[in-house]
């Protein structure tokens, strides 16, 4: 098994090094001398890399066990210091609105309100693109070049899985320009319901207040896009799908067969069928929204479908939140105190603004090293690649055995140098946009999230090696580039992400997640949800909730989790 560079050896970026020495590892009597001087070190490189403020914040969530466990169990209490955690985290950065967006260097009316173009937090930075000439974006993909694979200490594939399915409901950039975004910035489940009412209408029923679904041996699947004869089904002709051949952003993999075509599904966003994780998390909201929609009805047999469909709806996007906060994010984050959601939270707050996806927000989810060369799919040890574009999978095996394969192996760990030869060309065109883009420099953010600016290259990593390849491509670490440098530092200790990495997405993930309308204390009754929706959302917080009860009946009884089961982080 591949170890985490970045939680296993001696590194400024990760707490569990207080004591100057890997975890596990005896001192030795003969060498006390040596292990005084690692812990002194590891001591002023966590002060140094961390800062004050961060450092000491960082050190209380993830030591005190106790302390954390006895405040989740009283009520007032737990949910006082939610909301503060919480607020915390948001007010890393400077909150919405944000002054700048990608429209123009200089703030307009338009640029504060035409959201067709992403935010931006901080002032393009045209000196460092000047700098940047003499290196080549395909010169800096290398840097993610993966040459020995390393695997998550803490994360399952299908924390990768999820991660991708979740974040392109919402970061859309747009292929005809980069610094504008084709994204409703809201999380609003458009990986199943389209982003507008004609994607809606063309994958509904019209009857019950169902999604249009089909029976595949016994289970119940998206409809098929293309019908037996290889031509789009009449139903969907107007609606959006993208394959290799039609694709701007794949075109490189080549058509598919006809055979291939057949097995697409009839998704809300165009590139939903881009690889069997996808199409799973797709399928099972899916089967949820009918179970909701056949309950709901029951419940209110005056309700038209209109109404069901839009209260079912309602439904599964707040289910959703809840298991992207309760779940998805309680597993990044190293924290013993477990953040939730509560109804009404952040309404007060400074930072309860209107949806605004920033470009920052948009590269820095790039997990693209999340993604192992090989993985287990249908039992089977494939290559990656040859699993993109591939729907079938999921109805040949069945959503009970995937959701469990995926939970049972680990994901790779988030980093230069582990991405896939293949998602390489990748890497070269995200970190075209960002200079595209004029983004400042990764020192720049580190300092507005309040971390202290790193005086050296070996500041990034543990690995000597990661040091020698940013100096061999940058003459400054004030030129480190915002994505290269977000994931050159190592991951920390019970986290799945790097220090800065964590933190930006903590900003967005709780500033954009929480100011969903359907939050509102107004608005999140039972006239919004229904009693049985109510029951649904308050029976929810993890993502096996719902595939337990929606894989009734299937071979297998899942395991389903982001985090390994041999992982000794915090759950």
């Not at 037996?228 to 089904?233: A, F, I, L, M, S």
Request: some cysteine; charged content about 25%; proline content about 6%.
């Amino acid at each position: 098994m591949a170890t985490s560079r970045g939680t296993e050896a001696t590194s400024g970026s990760g707490v569990a090094l207080l004591d100057g020495r890997p975890e596990g590892e005896p001192e030795p009597a003969a060498h006390r001398d040596t292990a005084a001087v690692r812990a002194t070190a590891a001591r002023r490189s966590y002060w140094r890399t961390n800062g004050w403020r961060n450092g000491a914040e960082l050190w209380t969530i993830t030591h005190l066990e106790p302390v954390w466990t006895l405040l989740r169990r009283l009520p007032v209490v737990r949910s006082r210091i939610n909301r503060r955690l919480i607020n915390r985290l948001v007010h890393k950065l400077e909150t919405r609105p944000n002054a700048l967006s990608t429209m123009t260097p200089y703030t307009s009316w338009e640029s504060l309100t035409d959201r067709t173009y992403s935010a931006r937090h901080l002032p393009a930075d045209d000196a460092l693109q000047q700098r940047l000439q003499r290196v080549a974006p395909a010169s800096v993909a290398e840097l993610f070049r993966r040459e020995q694979p390393r695997e998550s200490t803490k994360s399952t594939l299908l924390f990768s899985h999820f991660a991708q399915w979740f974040v392109d409901g919402f970061l859309r950039t747009d292929p005809d320009d980069v610094l504008r975004n084709t994204s409703t910035h809201d999380i609003d489940l458009s990986q199943l319901y389209g982003q507008t009412e004609d994607v809606t209408a063309m994958l509904r029923t019209h009857s019950g207040g169902r999604l249009k679904s089909q029976q595949i041996d016994g289970g119940e699947f998206p409809p098929y896009y293309f019908g037996p004869d290889g031509e789009v089904e009449p139903e969907f002709v107007d609606l959006p799908l993208s394959y290799p051949g039609r694709d701007r952003k794949a075109v490189e993999l080549g058509d598919l067969t006809e055979g291939q075509k057949r097995s697409l599904f009839a998704l809300g966003i165009p590139r939903g069928n881009i690889h069997y994780g996808f199409v799973m998390l797709s399928t099972l909201f899916l089967r949820e929204h009918n179970r909701l929609a056949g309950l709901i009805a029951a419940e209110n047999p005056d309700w038209d479908d209109e109404r069901v469909f839009q209260t079912a709806r309602n439904t599964l996007i707040v289910i959703l939140i809840k298991i992207v906060i309760e779940d998805y994010i309680n597993h990044i984050t190293p924290s013993h105190f477990k953040l939730f959601v509560e109804p009404g939270i952040g309404v007060r707050e400074e930072w309860y603004r209107q949806n605004w996806m920033s470009i920052e927000f948009d590269l820095l989810y790039r997990w693209h090293p999340l993604v192992p060369t090989d993985l287990d799919v249908g039992g089977v040890r494939r290559a990656a690649s040859d699993v993109l574009w591939e729907a079938d999978v999921v109805p040949q095996q069945g959503l009970a055995a995937l959701f469990d394969e995926a939970s049972r192996q680990p994901s790779a760990e988030i980093g230069i140098r582990n991405t896939a030869e293949f998602l390489l060309p990748v890497e070269e065109r995200t970190i075209a946009i960002g200079r595209r883009a004029a983004l400042a420099g990764f020192n720049d953010y580190r300092q507005a999230c309040g971390y202290p600016r790193l005086r050296s290259f070996s500041d990034f990593s543990a690995d000597p090696e990661v040091a020698e390849a940013l100096e061999a491509r940058y003459g400054s670490v004030d030129d480190v580039e915002l994505y290269v440098g977000l994931f050159a530092e190592d991951v920390r200790r019970n986290s799945a992400l790097p220090p800065v990495m964590g933190t930006m997405v903590a900003v967005d993930a709780f500033s954009q997640a929480l100011t969903n309308p359907l939050l509102t204390r107004s608005v999140f009754t039972a006239s919004t949800f229904s009693r049985a929706g109510m029951r649904a959302i308050k029976r929810t917080s993890r993502l096996r909730d719902l595939v337990d009860r929606n894989t009734p009946g299937e071979d297998t009884r899942p395991l389903v989790t982001f985090t390994r089961t041999s992982s000794t982080a915090t759950r």
